[in-house]
């Protein structure tokens, strides 16, 4: 047709860059791997649980020797008025 356009060719540039990302993403989930293989190696989640029992389990009391359970008034490092 003589009045029809031709369009330009698309560019390729744009995916130059998976030549970038393709590898430096192989790379990373490489990485992450070696990172959860090491945490699994190490005992990182042997008990996952424990922590957690006792932080409810903790015993808060405070022992009779104990500056907190002094009686009102006296505190052992300051002077009495």
């Not at 995916?15 to 192989?26: A, C, K, N, Q, R």
């Not at 699994?40 to 006792?54: N, Y």
């Amino acid at each position: 047709m003589l009045g029809a356009r031709s369009r330009p060719a698309p560019d390729p540039a744009p995916m130059d860059i998976l030549y970038l990302l393709v590898p430096l993403s192989l790379v990373l989930v490489f990485l992450v791997g070696a990172v959860f293989w090491w945490t699994l190696r190490s005992g990182q989640f042997d008990d996952l649980e424990g922590p957690a029992h006792r932080i409810l389990l903790d015993d808060d009391s405070p022992e009779p020797g104990d500056a907190v359970c002094a009686p009102p008034g006296r505190y052992p490092d300051r002077p009495t008025p």
